[in-house]
């Protein structure tokens, strides 16, 4: 494993804890402010990352679909106002 594979699997566990919360434990990226926004932003770069590193070894894949699905329910929890969070 190459240092920007082990950079962006490391990137990709921790921030996955930040992007659960806003999926299901937060109205959306909004409400949290700042934090949400850098959040997101950590995510997408992760995603850049953990794309780069799929292209030379094959199981980094799975960490990009994984990453885009977050993403994605964080995207749609905060554009659609679809309540996706338990406190609802």
Sequence with gaps: MNR???ASVGAFV???LPLL???FFSPGISAEGLWGYAALIF???TLVGLTFS???SRW??????LQ???IGLVLYETLSQ???YVGT
């Design 60 to 65: 980094v894949w799975s960490l990009v679909v």
């Design 82 to 84: 679809a309540a996706l």
């Design 54 to 56: 799929a292209l030379r």
């Design 4 to 6: 920007v594979t082990g």
């Design 21 to 23: 919360a806003l999926a």
């Design 43 to 45: 995510g997408v770069a």
């Design 14 to 16: 921790i921030g996955i």
């Design 68 to 70: 885009a699905i977050l």
